[in-house]
């Protein structure tokens, strides 16, 4: 029910009263109209820093707005506004005297009146069953709006600000938001792809992609391999023969995200992209998109890779750890130190009774993107030295027991969309489509 005439005139500015009933809006309210009734609804709240309640809102509004231009396949363009409206009301029902109805009256469309009743908080309940109840709502609009409410309330610049430290608070806010991105992960994924497997696979490996939010960065590699490869987890048999690369063909198992063991028991390990292994051979793919097209570190090999145990035949291997180490490898775009460490790690797991006896291959999949997300081109010359590095490298570990192999995407995509496979040419269709990538 509307609270009294004489109070809603107060609080809606921009609507009309004729004969004591508040009539509707021909249209819904701008975001500058809403911005002006938020304003006016929380007049007089603080937050917990005794800062005006509205700051609040309004960073919402922006964070959100930050997610939705960072993560623009989460939600459709047209859908975008309605978000905002509802990130900027989404205290409005449960901290001011505003009803759902209220919002309805006042021209507010469902899609923004739902999501902000979803977000608004009932009596009872513990606060992380209901993250958990929004997660699984698969409304994406509110989520993000969550994540966002989450991490302007966790923002180190207004904790500071906080009169008592509440670090049992900042621990909730922590859980919820690593449920919150697991979700907006799991959105991410092409309908293809089996969400639970994925999830649940890059969720037990080391980096942290998916509880970090990595894993929704417009150029995260891991996103990229996960759809790529996602849909041959369940049903390995369907991967087909990678372009060059004979070893794939009848692939037993496709793992994501899958650490592949030094021959020592502590320390870090490699993580490779994608683990497939055959009746003859285990293939570790280090899938690559804008990180050839950045500036690098200096390689990171520890003494560790210099005990005698990679056997005769990784000479080659050893000669480029070296000249790493020294300085001496020339290598700008190219990761070649991670390549070196994933070759170890692939040699010691063939000789290990898991995978003993099989043919190790390294596979370097890169992809040559045009532009940065934020429109920036990707200059043609780093494109070509990255080309040319990678063919430096292969000459230089040719013959050693760890096989090396290179292929770009667009040729991975080219070779997709050409089978007799209708799902596997949709698959490449789509996955082309979500990451730009032109076969």
């Not at 004979?246 to 390990?269: D, K, M, N, Q, Y």
């Not at 770009?408 to 209708?422: F, N, P, R, T, V």
Request: glycine letters at 8%.
């Amino acid at each position: 029910m509307l609270r009294s005439v004489k109070n809603f005139r107060r609080m809606v500015p921009f609507s009309t009263i004729e004969d004591g009933f508040l009539m509707p809006l021909p249209t819904s309210p701008t975001l500058d109209e809403t911005l002006a009734f938020v304003t006016r609804a929380h007049a007089g709240q603080v937050d917990k820093a005794g800062e005006p309640y509205v700051g609040h809102l309004v960073r919402v509004r922006e964070r959100t707005c930050a997610w939705l231009e960072r993560c623009p396949w989460l939600v459709p363009e047209g859908e975008r506004e309605a978000v905002l409206h509802a990130a900027l009301l989404h205290d409005v029902v449960e901290d001011t005297q505003t009803t759902q109805d209220d919002l309805r009256a006042m021209g507010y469309p469902e899609a923004v009146v739902a999501r902000v009743v979803a977000l608004t908080r009932k009596d009872g309940g513990a606060y992380g069953d209901k993250i958990r109840a929004l997660a699984e709502s698969e409304d994406v609009g509110a989520i993000l709006i969550k994540l966002a409410d989450n991490e302007d309330n966790s923002d180190p610049a207004r904790v500071a600000r906080l009169p008592v430290p509440a670090p049992e608070r900042a621990a909730r806010y922590r859980r919820s938001m690593e449920i919150l991105r697991t979700a907006l992960a799991r959105a991410s994924l092409l309908p293809s792809v089996p969400a639970d497997r994925v999830i649940d696979a890059l969720g037990a490996a080391p980096g942290g992609e998916i509880a970090s939010g990595k894993f929704l960065s417009p150029e995260s590699s891991s996103a990229l391999a996960a759809n790529a490869f996602g849909p041959f987890l369940a049903d390995p048999a369907r991967l087909p023969q990678l372009p060059n690369v004979p070893e794939c063909a009848g692939a037993g198992s496709v793992a994501l995200e899958a650490v592949v063991r030094f021959p020592w028991a502590g320390g870090r390990h490699p993580c490779l992209d994608v683990l497939v292994e055959t009746e003859t051979a285990l293939l570790g793919i280090e899938s690559k998109r804008y990180e050839p097209y950045r500036a690098k570190s200096a390689p990171d090999l520890s003494d560790a890779y210099d005990r005698p145990v990679w056997g005769e035949r990784m000479g080659r291997y050893e000669a480029m750890r070296d000249d790493l180490r020294a300085g001496a490898a020339g290598f700008r775009r190219l990761d070649a130190a991670q390549l070196v460490k994933h070759a170890f790690g692939l040699r010691s797991a063939v000789h290990r009774e898991a995978h003993e006896g099989k043919t190790p291959l390294l596979v370097y999949l890169y992809a040559e993107p045009v532009s940065w997300p934020d429109g920036a081109a990707v200059p043609r010359e780093a494109i070509d030295e990255h080309r040319a590095e990678i063919a430096r490298f292969a000459d230089r570990v040719t013959g050693d027991e760890v096989r090396f192999a290179a292929l770009s995407y667009a040729d991975l995509l080219a070779c997709w969309g050409a089978s007799e496979d209708a799902r596997l040419r949709e698959h490449a269709g789509a996955l082309a489509a979500r990451f730009g990538l032109a076969p």
